[in-house]
């Protein structure tokens, strides 16, 4: 089973008339999908850096300079992927009735003493690349840490060199944070 | 002394079934292939002789469904089709299931399991025409309303498998309101309880059961009236298997239905490595519980309660897939506590629409899977549950497997399979108690209960009112039977553009259930399955998309209702604007920011169920307008939402009766919104500082403070990630 570039393209673009979206959701799954997804992500972006792996609408895992880091298709780049992209974002923080609102109208919107809509933009592009609600005081969630080494090497069947530890590394940026801000406030 | 002679087990070769279990466990931990099948070979020899073995048997399942569905006297049976038969191994290991809602892939087994670890070939005796009933959710299922019934089914000397049905009671004696009471504390409340009973022999209900049930329940007569079209079923489903096996042989039969499984576990392996990327997912449900101010029979459920509950998948290497909700809060006196066991149906019901929709689904599907066994004593996995009600496992099982859908769908999109990306939400409901239009004195709760909008997909808009993910199949039946049942009148059913989790793809819209009491002499109602008085938003838009909107649950009083019927003034049917929908000019809306747990209810009260949808995906400003023109053409949205959330401006054309997108006011919408952004947005650091601060000093309200407690009491792990997370010092501690 396989399916042209251009199909996959009208796919991703909302443009294949929903008797072919069905057909594509029924039929057993192509297994070159990844490979030509990787593709035509690839033609899309401006900048050169080899894509590893699509972790978003904008943000990818690219390999630079021996690296593996999230950048954005505007060119904005995030750092490590195993450091939670979220952390190098700008933030905006629905934590109050008013600015719930201007989303979530009267009996639609939370309780912001309980509730906190965080919305993480590019700083490059301002694309709202995420929406995240949790309760107040929950720490900022690392949806998604790929192994992507296993993924390219037990999977896709051609490992990746430079192999990094499958390691979430976002913790140190944030004691970091925490001893940068203590002695500025001593 | 005469020399005891070892029985003859029932099971293969002569074996008990409890050699069979053991033998059928050992094989799989030894070899990782189900009952040792590590070169399977039966099917594939003659795959066509092994398509038509198998849909013969699913054909059974499907059409034993059927027969239920013509014998039944109820709604849940017959309009909204809440029922599922499966076919299982004698060890109890699921073959195939029907059509239906496929939550009791494994739980229905988990009876058989725990019947032959309690030596019922020997202690109870199992035998031809044997009909046991379970609905114990200590045992194995959801909660007691869905009642399981079981049947062996036996060649020879010999039994061969089992055939169960599972069927959604309306009534099984709890407390109401409702037959899933949400104020219901202890075990008694939950109603009857069986525990693998011997209901009948020889294919006949016994009568001294049926005494127990006309004694026992309001809607006896729905009950037994669905044993009996369960009974029915199975029996059809056995005379078929039994045909099957003439036809095959049963060696064929044997070896066959063994395969089936260990080939769907090898199917489901595959997927994964095919659709998913390895590694780790993480998400979050928080679970409120506001029961300070609901009438309970147990004074320490009296309070409100937040729960967190952590979830990971790991995806790992070799095509496995681990659950882990380390962090779980601890477990409370309230009906929302889950059973490890329970856990199973929220993954079984997902897993069945996610991955393994193909008709196939069985125990092989759960086979790669693994829930790693809560924390003793989170709500997830209470020491105590034997004295706890377990009526309401649904509420976080709903939350959770609808992000874990999600959660999954992140992995989809990420390997280009972006069109399998869905995912739901919980949903709300009413239930009541008290006297129906005919004088009788019963629970009632009516079906229309998931009709909110799916999460959006990588590839459009989610679907409108149709993600129940309790059931892949989300069809309420005919609304004027239910009004049969229920002393209600279905006063409107429509879209709420509000509902919508926003994004390029929004997901689909809701809509509110608006019903008048008619004819409805005195009694109460409380909210169902979710309760729709969340708080706290579900974390469910993906890459920039929106959750849906804060679900709810109202119940609106009319000042004067006949006054109003004799002026011809219009009856409320739709929520309209949710900044006004609260100050209606002819009645008072009850706002319940609390679980609805019993309330007063009277005739020509509007009970109103207002569910919130799904998540959207990806920023609402990249939304193509021609779908913002289509939604307007249609009513799913306005142009305030258009404005506001798409930066999209529209305005309708009285002559040619549609929406004009206005390109260059849009383009200019969506510049402004780029630089407010910008310059709203602070970096992570510089919010993190603020918000350290606030964690530093507690200020946040006791409920979230006792909730964060809560977990950091059950969980080391949990605690260090907090604490590494807002850089706290070692002995913080909230």
């Known amino acids: 089973m396989e399916y042209s570039k251009q199909d996959l393209k009208d796919l991703y673009d909302g ?172 | 002394m005469a020399k005891r002679t070892k029985r003859k087990g029932i099971g293969d070769g002569g074996r008990t079934l409890k050699q069979m279990l053991e033998d059928n466990r050992r094989l799989l931990r030894e070899t990782g292939c189900y009952a040792g099948i590590t070169e399977p070979h039966v099917l594939r020899d003659d795959p066509v002789k092994a398509e038509l073995f198998q849909w013969r048997l699913l054909s059974s399942l499907i059409s034993g469904r059927q027969t239920a569905r013509m014998i039944s006297g109820s709604p849940y049976v017959r309009e909204m089709a809440e029922l599922c038969m499966g076919l299982y191994t004698p060890e109890g290991d699921n073959v195939l299931q029907s059509t239906g809602i496929q939550v009791h892939v494994r739980l229905m087994g988990d009876n058989v399991t725990w019947m032959i670890g309690n030596n019922y070939e020997e202690d109870v005796g199992i035998n031809e025409g044997d009909l046991f009933v379970a609905n114990d959710p200590v045992i194995a299922g959801v909660h007691s309303v869905d009642v399981y019934d ?106 066959a239905t063994r395969e089936l499984i260990e080939e769907e576990r090898r199917n489901q392996i595959a997927r994964i490595k095919q659709r998913t990327v390895p590694g780790r997912y993480r998400d979050v449900v928080p679970l409120e519980l506001y029961m300070a101010r609901v009438p309970v029979s147990w004074l320490p459920a009296k309070k409100d309660v937040l729960r967190l509950i952590p979830m990971q998948m790991d995806i790992l290497p070799e095509g496995r897939l681990v659950l882990d909700f380390d962090g779980a809060g601890e477990w409370g006196w309230h009906s929302m506590n889950v059973t490890p066991k329970g856990l199973w149906g929220g993954l079984s019901i997902c897993i069945v629409q996610a991955l393994s929709y193909d008709g196939r689904g069985n125990l092989g599907s759960l086979l790669p899977c693994e829930i790693k066994t809560p924390t003793v004593d989170s709500i997830l996995n209470p020491s105590q549950i034997k004295k706890l009600a377990t009526n309401y496992p649904w509420a976080p099982k709903l939350d959770i497997f609808s992000l874990w859908c999600g959660t999954l769908g992140t992995a989809f999109y990420m390997r280009g399979f972006r069109e399998e990306v869905f995912n739901c939400v919980s949903s709300s409901g009413w239930q009541l108690a008290g006297y129906d239009q005919f004088g009788n004195k019963r629970p009632m709760q009516a079906g229309g209960i998931g009709n909110f909008g799916g999460g959006a997909t990588g590839v459009g808009d989610g679907v409108d009112t149709g993600a129940w993910m309790a059931t892949p199949e989300t069809d309420l039946g005919n609304w004027e039977v239910w009004e049969l049942f229920v002393p209600q009148l279905f006063m409107s059913r429509i879209l709420e553009p509000y509902s919508v989790g926003y994004g390029r793809y929004r997901s689909g819209v809701a809509i509110p259930s608006m019903d008048m009491l008619h004819r409805f002499s005195e009694g109460i109602g409380s909210a169902a399955i979710g309760c729709g008085h969340d708080r706290i938003l579900p974390n469910i838009g993906l890459f920039g998309g929106y959750p849906g909107g804060k679900r709810n649950t109202f119940l609106v009083r009319y000042h004067n209702f006949e006054d109003m019927i004799a002026k011809r003034l219009p009856l409320i049917h739709e929520i309209g604007n949710p900044r006004e929908f609260k100050n209606q000019k002819y009645a008072d809306v009850i706002y319940f920011d609390y679980t609805v747990g019993a309330v007063e209810v009277r005739d020509k009260d509007l009970t109103v169920a207002d569910n919130g949808s799904a998540g959207g995906l990806g920023d609402p400003i990249e939304r193509d307008p021609a779908l913002q023109k289509a939604d307007l053409d249609t009513g799913l949205t306005n142009a305030e939402i258009s404005r506001n959330v798409y930066c999209i401006e529209a305005r309708y054309d009285e002559k040619a009766k549609e929406w004009k997108i206005d390109e260059g006011a849009t383009k200019k919408l969506r510049e402004a919104k780029r630089k407010e952004r910008l310059s709203r947005g602070v970096p992570v650091e510089v919010w993190w500082q603020t918000s350290r601060q606030r964690v530093l000093k507690k200020n946040m309200d006791p409920l979230l403070i006792e909730m964060y407690h809560s977990s950091m009491k059950l969980s080391q792990k949990f605690t260090q990630e907090f604490k590494d997370f807002w850089s706290l010092p070692d002995d913080f501690a909230l």
């Not at chain 1, 590019?122 to 192994?147: H, N, Q, R, T």
Request: hydrophobic fraction near 35%; charge should be negative.
């Open chain 1, 15 to 186: 443009k294949l008339p929903w008797e072919k979206v069905k057909e594509i959701m029924s039929r057993p799954k192509d297994d070159d999908r990844f490979d030509k997804y990787v593709e035509i992500l690839q033609e899309r972006v401006k900048w050169p850096e080899r894509i590893l792996l699509p972790i978003g609408e904008h943000l990818y895992i690219v390999e630079k300079g021996g690296e593996r880091i999230v950048k954005c298709d505007c060119g904005h780049e995030f750092g490590d992927y195993r450091r939670n992209w979220k952390l190098s974002a700008l933030i905006f923080a629905r934590d109050t009735r008013e600015k719930l609102e201007e989303i979530y109208p009267g009996v639609r919107c939370p309780d912001p003493n309980f509730c906190e809509v965080r919305e993480y933009c590019c700083p490059g592009c301002a694309s709202l690349l995420k929406v995240e609600s949790v309760p107040v005081g929950y720490p900022i969630i690392f949806d998604f840490l790929p192994d992507i080494d296993a993924f390219y090497r037990d999977w896709l069947g051609r490992p990746l060199s430079n192999e990094k530890e499958f390691k979430d590394v976002s913790y140190g940026v944030t004691r970091e944070w925490g001893r940068q801000h203590d002695r500025t406030c001593r």
């Open chain 2, 150 to 255: 079981i049947m062996p089914i036996f060649w020879e000397d010999g039994l061969v498998a089992w055939v169960i049905t599972v069927i959604h009671e309306m009534d099984c004696g709890g407390v109401s309101p409702g037959c899933m009471p949400v104020t219901a504390v202890e075990r008694g409340a939950d109603g009857l309880k069986f525990c693998c009973e011997k209901m009948g022999t020889d294919d006949k209900i016994r009568r001294d059961f049926e005494i127990k049930i006309e004694i026992s329940l309001d809607l006896a007569a729905h009950f037994l009236l669905d044993r009996k079209s369960a009974v029915a079923s199975n029996i059809r489903v056995r005379e078929e298997v039994k045909n099957i096996i003439r036809e095959y042989g049963v060696d064929y039969f044997k070896k």
